[in-house]
């Protein structure tokens, strides 16, 4: 086996990677599928890995210990120096309860398991991602829980299952493949996140430097490679959406595209691609890539949190070049001496490695597991109310999830279908039937439209809507039905017309519309009175996150994140034009909580006491609680003893 030698085109290609990553995270128009720079960055790690591993297996001088010292030199320092990082900035800018997550986050990325972490907080009420520092970590812990096992896999391979090892190779390669597939059909998020079905992108490089790829014979057939190489990874860059599936099928472009790139250029010749890559801009990006793609990331999260905003341009280039020079700094002054052999020897590396690991251990579980005191006090009552989740408001009895509301002696004749917004509400319901000595149910599914007929994919809503109808029926004593949804939130959402009465290309409106009519003609042919209650106004950011950071800086929490009456209707107007008319033309009931949260034509997310919302569009349960004399209007001429 040849030596394996430096090659700057492989930096070159770094670079490329890791722009890619920055300008998609930095949403940049014409890089909706910047991502796949990740996925260069595998092939490129497999393809390096594997060649020193082997080459060491020729020589007779590979040791695990010298591996997992490499490892700690190259990983350690920096990461350690982001973490640090990432929980002040944390401290500063995060409510107590997003410091514990991001805590939590801190404690797998220690243990190279965030990737787990963040697969298993894909629910519908997470912290979304753009409120977690630490996110783009899950692809070093994919990097690191591949290589507790590749070594030894190529180590038993080479000593002893050498005559056999190619096959063996190609059938893990073709599992860790075929499986991340079938995961993607079943588990997009597993496919995403699991190392073992991302395996198949660190062997392709592996196959490389294996020499399990048949060489190009000539210059003319490296020159198409590499071209071919360049536009499927710069295609991929470009074509792919955020809402394509990967990795899967399309994850094959940027991964062979970085093969074709490393095998075309390959020692005894550059090609015209490689001599670009090999460019000294390029390589020195290429160098700095694994800091830059460390601090990219937290600086931009933490800038868009202080504003409470999207960046401007020219912000978002500034936090890039503070990326730059932040990534200069650690590469040159903390990577660099701790690479050199001579800085520390072995022993010294696994003690200090060992020291970092069980000193942040210590600090991120005790921040995981205590509440500090950061200094803004939290009004009571500011998070959202969910009763599906508190077992003693839950009848036990129902077939679906259904809690009570109102005075717990009294009739129950009142039912709510809805989704997280019907729960959201259920405060101000709760207090106007409890005071009116009414009780009733909330048939709640988040996530879904509560409307027969209107399904969205994969989540069963129209079954739900059914069962609930059904449910109903069973209550001798409900007269009335109101009917709350997010309507608007629906907008953009994969509905179609189970009933089948609607074509499948229909317009949002058009689906809404009818799901509403035939929820209503429904309900009013077996005797029930329905009430439609309008959408509320949303935040341009999650509220308690917003207040936390505008009471920390000095700031007015409405002025930064709540919208206009007039940028309520453009949002929200067609929707509310839709239920206006169906009320009419039904001679239904409406309620309406917009004007009550944007008097004088300005949207408010909080008053002088707590926050009214608990994200961008869940109102808290003091929020719901401030609507309270809505719903005592309607109580008191609905159900008068």
Not at 146 to 167: A, E, I, M, N, S
Request: charged share 15%; with cysteine; aromatic share 16%.
């Amino acid at each position: 086996m040849s030596k394996l030698r430096y090659r700057a085109d492989i930096d070159g290609l770094r670079a490329v990677a890791v722009l890619a990553v920055l300008f998609y995270h930095a949403k940049f128009a014409g890089f909706s599928g910047g991502y796949v720079g990740v996925d260069v960055f595998f092939v490129i790690s497999g393809y390096l890995i594997t060649g020193i591993i082997w080459q060491q297996l020729h020589t007779d001088r590979f040791s695990i210990a010298h591996f997992y010292e490499r490892r700690i030199r190259r990983i350690f320092p920096a990461l350690y120096l982001l973490l640090l990082f990432v929980l002040l900035g944390a401290f500063w800018l995060y409510t107590p309860e997003k410091l514990i997550g991001v805590a939590k986050s801190a404690l797998a990325t220690i243990g190279f398991s965030s990737n787990i972490l963040f697969w298993s907080e894909s629910g519908y009420f997470d912290t979304p991602s753009a409120l977690k520092p630490l996110l783009h970590t899950w692809s070093l812990a994919v990097e690191e829980q591949f290589y507790v096992v590749y070594p030894w896999f190529l180590w038993l391979g080479w000593r002893y299952l050498r005559p056999h090892f190619k096959k063996i190779f190609w059938l893990v390669f073709f599992l860790s493949f075929a499986g991340g597939l079938a995961a993607l059909k079943s588990d997009p998020s597993a496919a995403f996140y699991f190392a073992h079905w991302r395996a198949w992108e660190l062997m392709v490089g592996g196959a490389l430097a294996l020499q399990y790829v048949p060489p190009l014979r000539n210059a003319r057939q490296k020159e198409a490679a590499s071209f071919l190489g360049a536009a499927f990874i710069l295609g991929s860059v470009f074509l792919l959406q955020e809402e394509s599936l990967f990795p899967g099928w399309n994850a094959l472009w940027p991964v062979l595209g970085t093969a074709a790139l490393i095998h075309s250029n390959s020692p005894g010749g550059k090609t015209q691609v490689g001599r670009w890559l090999s460019h000294p801009v390029a390589v020195f990006i290429g160098k700095i890539s694994y800091s830059l793609y460390l601090w990219h990331w937290p600086l931009l999260l933490y800038a868009r949190t202080y504003f409470l905003r999207p960046l401007t341009v020219w912000e978002t280039w500034f936090v890039l070049l503070l990326s730059g020079l932040a990534a200069f700094f650690s590469w040159r002054w903390i990577e660099n001496p701790f690479r050199r052999r001579d800085f520390l020897s072995r022993k010294a590396v696994f003690q200090f490695g060992g020291a970092l690991m069980l000193l942040f251990g210590a600090v991120t579980g005790w921040l995981w597991r205590h509440t500090v005191n950061t200094g803004v006090e939290f009004p009571p009552e500011y998070a959202s109310y969910r009763c599906i989740y508190d077992a003693k408001h839950q009848i036990k009895d129902a077939p679906l999830v259904a809690c009570k509301l109102g005075a717990p002696q009294a009739p129950a004749r009142f039912a709510i279908l809805g989704d997280s917004h019907s729960n959201a509400l259920s405060p101000a319901i709760q207090h106007a039937a409890a005071n009116n000595n009414v009780q009733g149910f909330l048939l709640p599914d988040s996530g879904c439209l509560p409307l027969e007929g209107v399904e969205l994919v994969n989540l069963e809503c129209a079954r739900h809507c059914e069962r609930a109808l059904r449910y109903i029926e069973t209550q001798p004593e409900i007269e009335t039905v109101f009917i709350v949804s997010f309507w608007h939130g629906y907008r953009n959402k994969p509905l179609w017309d189970a009933a089948g009465e609607i074509p499948p290309n229909a317009d949002f409106t058009t689906l809404l519309e009818a799901g509403l009519r035939r929820t209503v003609e429904t309900l009013q042919s077996r005797g029930y009175t329905p009430v439609l209650v309008y959408p509320i106004p949303t935040a341009t950011y999650p509220v308690q996150d917003a207040w936390y950071v505008a009471a920390r800086t000095n700031r007015d929490v409405n002025v930064l994140v709540a919208r206009s009456w007039d940028e309520y209707l453009q949002e929200a107007g067609d929707v509310r034009d839709l239920i206006r008319r169906v009320a009419d033309e039904y001679q239904l009931a409406t309620i309406d909580p917009a004007p009550m949260l944007c008097p004088d034509g300005q949207c408010r997310v909080a008053d002088a006491n707590a926050p009214l919302y608990y994200d961008t569009n869940h109102l808290s349960i003091y929020g719901a609680q401030t609507l309270t004399p809505l719903f005592e209007r309607y109580f008191q001429q609905s159900f008068s003893p």
